[in-house]
């Protein structure tokens, strides 16, 4: 029996990234974690300890801010350009994948009019975006994470097998709560990232608020289904909805009534429900999301 290395990829995670942008007296901020991760040639290290052929972790994240010194842009771009040149640095780097988080800012309101310079870190999700770059051609994931939607009502979930075990009682209204874990798989190299992105997230949003739900998965599938019939661009998105449960909380004990009115929050345990909706024709994935 014979031991040898398997794949494997080291790089930089979460590197920290501000950049402000002082266009006249209005200042723009962007707030970034970048991850940078490379493959290739690197067996030598693994197995001898030979690091000729390692680009530093620190080279890296010097890298990412030596990049933004030029602008950021769209992070789509903004992790292309560090991509193509991180997998052309050096003849053992055969792929490399960048990752990019956007943590969203919102300009206050000072005196009744937008501040210049003052800024209220926003709670309407992050955008994402996903590069990976070999060399000759790239695949770019987008998305968006933490987007937490509500639905007060227009949401039932009957009719499902009852055996020893369920106790839980069948509703023809609920709250409909969750989490959106959202990524898109692009199947082109450029675009107007921004447009499709804000597209994507409003039509996604749009889905959400308009389908009669009879479960958190026929939900999913609607937003899916309207991302694609939207942005021609995307050819596959998967989503990852933990479901919120709302429970209705009996106040007989008090000598109350609840007509629908006091919920229960629970946080854990929680439904996860993931899937993934995507075009017939889409081409393959490749490393996209690997």
């Known amino acids: 029996m014979a031991i040898v290395l398997g794949d494997n990829r080291y790089g930089k995670a979460e590197n920290r990234l501000v950049r402000v942008d002082r266009d006249g007296d209005e200042h723009r901020i962007t707030d970034l974690t970048v991850s940078v991760s490379l493959s290739g040639d690197m067996s030598d290290t693994h197995l001898t ?102 639905n007060s009502t227009g949401s039932e979930f009957w009719g499902f ?20 874990s959202a990524t898109w798989r692009y199947s082109v190299e450029e675009a107007d990232w921004a447009n499709a992105h804000e597209t994507a997230l409003a039509t996604l949003l749009d889905a959400f608020g308009g389908t009669h739900s009879q479960s958190l998965q026929q939900t999913l599938y609607a937003m899916g289904q309207a991302v694609l019939e939207a942005v021609p661009e995307i050819a596959e998105i998967r989503f990852a909805l933990p479901n919120k449960h709302h429970f209705l909380v009996d106040l007989e004990p008090f000598g109350l009534d609840n007509p629908g009115e006091v919920f229960y929050a629970a946080d854990r345990p929680y439904g996860l429900i993931e899937g993934t909706v995507l075009r017939d024709d889409a081409p393959p994935a490749g490393p996209a999301w690997s």
Do not use: M
Not at 49 to 69: C, E, I, S, W
Not at 161 to 180: F, G, H, N, Q, S
């Open 49 to 150: 300890g030979a690091n000729d052929k390692v680009l530093a972790t620190d080279t890296q994240k010097n890298t990412v801010f030596a990049f933004a010194r030029d602008g950021i842009g769209e992070i789509e771009d903004f992790a292309l350009r560090l991509a193509r040149h991180f997998v052309s640095a050096q003849g053992s780097i055969h792929a490399a994948r960048v990752g990019i988080v956007a943590h969203p800012w919102e300009r206050l309101q000072v005196g009744g009019r937008p501040a210049h310079h003052s800024f209220a870190r926003s709670g309407a999700g992050t955008r994402t975006t996903r590069v990976t770059c070999d060399g000759e051609r790239a695949w770019v994931l987008g998305g968006v994470e933490d987007l937490t939607v509500l």
């Open 161 to 180: 097998p009852r055996d020893e075990y369920t106790t839980l009682v069948e509703v023809k209204d609920r709250i409909l709560a969750t989490a959106v």
